[in-house]
Nanobody
Framework: QVQLVESGGGLVQAGESLKLSCAASGSIFSINVMGWYRQAPGKQRELVATITSSGSANYADSVKGRFTISRDNAKNTIYLQMNSLKPEDTAVYFC??????????????WGQGTLVTVSS
């Protein structure tokens, strides 16, 4: 019914930048909060950043000042600009969205994930 498709992951060196995108599609009436989470090998999934439909953003302390989340409501798309990347940012990054469908069903949707690898 609703899909999230991430793109933009890859291999970079420490200090470099990368921009992730996540586009939502399907039977969407509205989307409330969208966000990025990440999961490093052997660790639990953790919050990176979230953004509301009005543009209010929230960040994990570990990425504040380095990452910026943004949103294009017309395209049902969010972005994550990641600067000054560190090896500890290496993880699979997942997109998440709180969606109300056309049928007024509320869903918590996850993308398939995109791998970000930062070499030292």
């Amino acid at each position: 019914q609703v899909q999230l498709v991430e793109s933009g992951g890859g291999l970079v060196q420490a200090g470099e930048s990368l921009k992730l995108s996540c586009a939502a599609s399907g039977s969407i009436f509205s989307i409330n909060v969208m966000g990025w989470y990440r999961q490093a090998p052997g660790k639990q999934r953790e919050l990176v950043a979230t953004i509301t439909s009005s543009g209010s953003a929230n960040y994990a302390d570990s990425v504040k000042g380095r990452f910026t989340i943004s949103r294009d409501n017309a395209k049902n798309t969010i972005y994550l600009q990641m600067n000054s990347l560190k090896p500890e940012d290496t993880a699979v990054y997942f997109c998440n969205a709180g969606v109300t469908t056309v049928a007024r069903v509320q869903l918590n949707v996850w993308g398939q994930g995109t791998l970000v690898t930062v070499s030292s």
